[in-house]
């Protein structure tokens, strides 16, 4: 970015003459740089609202962020780093992760995790903003910056992906750092500067990083030779033996600090499993499965059964197997992942999927509709870019490169969102470029239209232009006739129509019209089950429960099972309810506890049993259910350990009588006595809860509450972390107290 070192003129006259006469300058603030603060400081604005909207939380998700947090959690409290249970994933955000959870530890506050964990990412997407301007500026042209930066800022995929504990963040942050630095190097390399070679170093390791953190990052390097071989010829030219070595040094600038982080972790994997794994043994595994009739579950567990050194060559072996039978099955599904790639972003997630799936699908609609706008044009617009001629050297081998391995990728195994994150980069970044020519061949229309018009007609006459329109036309019409997409919209806004309508009912209470507006909701749209889901909630409200259950789909999502959870323990099956809660509390990625609270209104009782599946919707702020040794004395006994702050929330079948005690069931925690603050109405009561054997503690119920229908205890304790106390424990759990039983008598 340039500065003028020029003074600026001054709505005060004076006291710019007064600083000119001090020897003083004011700085010039260009007006690019204005842009890009403006920039940041929306997509800073976005990428926190989105988080604040995500209910998404590693600790309670049984999917790749929740394997990824308590993998990186175990190397946190003990310093020992495992592989997933059935394959060998990439280590860089794991460790990264660690780092983060140390630091949280040593805060005395493992919650914080996830918060400190987004604020890297956040500050990562944010500093892509200028990165991106300057890389696109050195590429192409400054409105190409600009657009280019435009786009990182605001195109909503880009504003959720900070929100992820996942691999993909890190991943896209330094890849396009890579790019950037190679960019980098190119200029100072054909500038003649002596230092050109620190941005070549840089690269390879942030290359190394990025491959550390999703594998495919490893053919980058070829995609970066490639650049290098261009770029060490280009402006320099010579005999054939003066450009091998130049590009053998630069090469070795690059390759150097790449393998240096590759080869210590291929070397852990040598010593480990005895095999020569690079990174990972995913793609090996994922194209087995893909390759399979069954279903991918079934291939899971067959690979359970062995030894985790034992998979890879047994899947590549059975990959050999089957395609020696059957050569075809590997392109089976190939066009159909091909067109899959090009969809309408958005409009899949919020009109097509069966389920937001805990998503803030719907209040992030008006972002994510104008970003799918945003993706079909640079889209279109990028496919004139890379068949132009080309004017940035070497770097359209990168993009090129990046988006055939890519497709390549998706349309032998299957489409994820994360596996497109190259393509979007690079489409993105192109059509940047395209709409920029186009915007400064619109300022030239205005200064000089002859010319303008001139070098227009030029272009369209060229083979240049008839390779991108032919490109482009192909994109349309795969979008366009991948789903139809005016019928999906419009019965999409139908559905949402009705459900409007059946929200602001059930809020003036008028049932029936709900109820009639949520089935006309289901009857558009069949397959959504988080329509079928709301309904479900409004017979559970209503105390219709075989309505309710009737209503919900075979098809099961997370949330989904949290009410009918609460549909089986209204209907009696109380071993059905207590499964399905303990099942979505530790696998739905969100805070089940809290979701209970505000979703369920489960019956009324005097007596609640802590920790046995069917205390959701009764509290919050404790962790997962325990079970103590079973006696000869009675059944198990289940217990739950109070964070730091938590709730008990008791619907009472009569009201709050004097003579009514509080009775609590708890023991300590550590050596000594925990003081636990209880909070009834106004009136708080300090118990010492004494460690060790479990003891009833009471408490008279406040006058003020005489009457109340409902029985509200906040508690909150001094924790400990197990893992400080016991070295042998790697619990980093933040508990206060055990309480197995919460009631009136």
């Known amino acids: 970015m340039q500065r003028s070192s020029t003074t600026v003129s001054s709505e005060n006259p004076r006291s710019t003459q007064q600083a000119r006469a001090r020897g003083l300058t004011l700085p010039r603030i260009e007006p690019v740089t204005i842009a890009l603060i403006v920039m940041v400081l929306i997509g800073l604005a976005l990428r926190i609202w989105f988080i604040n909207l995500s209910p998404l939380d590693p600790r309670f998700s049984a999917s790749d962020d929740g394997d990824y947090y308590q993998r990186a959690l175990r190397l946190a409290t003990t310093g020992e780093y495992l592989d997933n249970s059935w394959l060998i994933r990439p280590p860089g955000h794991i460790f990264f992760f660690a780092a983060v959870m140390k630091l949280s530890l040593w805060m005395g506050d493992l919650a914080l995790t996830t918060q ?277 050297g070497g770097f359209r081998l990168i993009a ?155 098809r099961h999502t997370h949330r989904g099972d949290v009410v009918r959870a609460a549909l089986a323990r209204a209907r009696g099956d109380l071993e059905l309810a207590a499964e399905l809660f303990t099942d979505a509390e530790v696998r739905a990625g969100e805070d089940v506890q809290k979701l209970g609270l505000t979703w369920l209104e489960p019956a009324p009782l005097r007596s609640l049993r802590l920790g046995n599946g069917l205390d959701i919707g009764y509290l919050e702020g404790f962790s997962f259910g325990e079970t103590l040794p079973s006696t000869d004395t009675g059944p198990p006994q289940t217990y739950r350990w109070l964070e730091a702050e938590g709730r008990l929330i008791l619907p009472l079948p009569e009201p709050l009588q004097e003579g009514d005690v509080v009775r609590l069931r708890m023991a300590g925690g550590i050596e000594g006595v925990t003081p636990l603050r209880v909070q009834l109405g106004t009136t708080e009561v300090t118990i010492p809860v004494e460690a060790g054997a479990w003891r009833i503690y009471r408490l008279a119920v406040p006058a003020e509450l005489l009457g109340a229908q409902e029985l509200e205890l906040r508690l909150a304790a001094p924790t400990f972390i197990p893992l400080q106390v016991n070295p042998t424990s790697y619990d980093a759990r933040r508990l206060s107290v055990k309480v197995s039983d919460a009631g009136l008598e």
Not at 353 to 359: G, I, P
Not at 504 to 527: F, H, K, L, S, V
Request: hydrophobic share 50%; glycine share 6%.
């Open 116 to 392: 400190l964990i987004r604020v890297v990412h956040v500050g990562f997407s944010l500093l892509l903003i200028p990165l991106g301007y300057d890389l696109a500026r050195r590429l192409f042209h400054r409105p190409a910056g600009l657009i280019f930066a435009g786009i990182l800022t605001i195109w909503w995929p880009l504003v959720e992906l900070p929100s992820l504990i996942q691999s993909e963040p890190l991943f896209f942050f330094t890849l396009t750092m890579h790019c950037w630095m190679l960019v980098r190097w190119r200029d100072a390399h054909h500038a003649g500067a002596r230092r050109a070679w620190f941005w070549l170093v840089g690269a390879g390791l942030v290359l190394g990083y990025c491959a550390l953190t999703r594998s495919p990052a490893l053919y980058s390097v070829v995609f970066s030779l490639l650049f290098l071989a261009v770029e060490s010829w280009r402006g320099k030219g010579g005999p054939l033996r003066l450009w091998a070595s130049r590009l053998a040094v630069t090469a070795l600038a690059l390759l150097i600090p790449f393998a240096s982080l590759i080869i210590p972790w291929t070397v852990r994997n040598y010593l480990t499993y005895g095999q020569m794994i690079m990174i990972d043994t995913t793609g090996p595994i994922n194209l087995w499965l893909s390759l399979q009739d069954e279903r991918i579950d079934g291939g899971k567990s067959v690979l359970a059964g062995m030894e985790q050194g034992e998979r890879q060559p047994f899947a590549s072996a059975e990959i050999r197997a089957i395609l020696r039978d059957d050569p075809l099955r590997l392109v089976r599904n190939a066009w159909p992942h091909f067109t899959h790639i090009w969809k309408a972003q958005f409009v899949e997630d919020f009109f097509v999927k069966v389920s937001f799936f805990s998503r803030p699908v719907r209040e992030m609609a008006v972002l994510g509709l104008v970003g799918d706008l945003i993706w079909l044009t640079f889209c279109a617009a990028s496919l004139f870019a890379v068949t132009s001629r080309p004017h940035e």
């Open 400 to 554: 090129l490169g990046w988006a055939a391995y890519s497709c390549l990728t998706v349309m032998l195994i299957h489409v994820e969102p994360r596996y497109l994150l190259p393509v979007w980069l690079f489409m993105a970044l192109y059509g940047a470029a395209a709409l920029g020519t186009l915007t400064l061949w619109l300022a030239r229309l205005g200064r000089d239209a002859p010319a303008a018009r001139a070098e227009a007609r030029a272009y369209l006459r060229s083979p240049w232009f008839g390779a991108g329109a032919l490109l482009c036309l192909s994109f349309l019409v795969l979008v366009v006739s991948y789903r139809d997409y005016p019928q999906i919209i419009s019965r999409g806004i139908e559905r949402e129509r009705h459900r409007a309508v059946a929200v602001r009912a059930q809020a003036d209470g008028d049932y029936t019209a709900a109820i009639a507006a949520y089935e006309q909701m289901i009857a558009t749209d069949p397959n959504f089950v988080d329509g079928r889901l709301e309904l479900a909630r409004l017979y559970l409200a209503l105390g219709d429960y075989e309505q309710g259950w009737d209503v919900l789909s075979e």
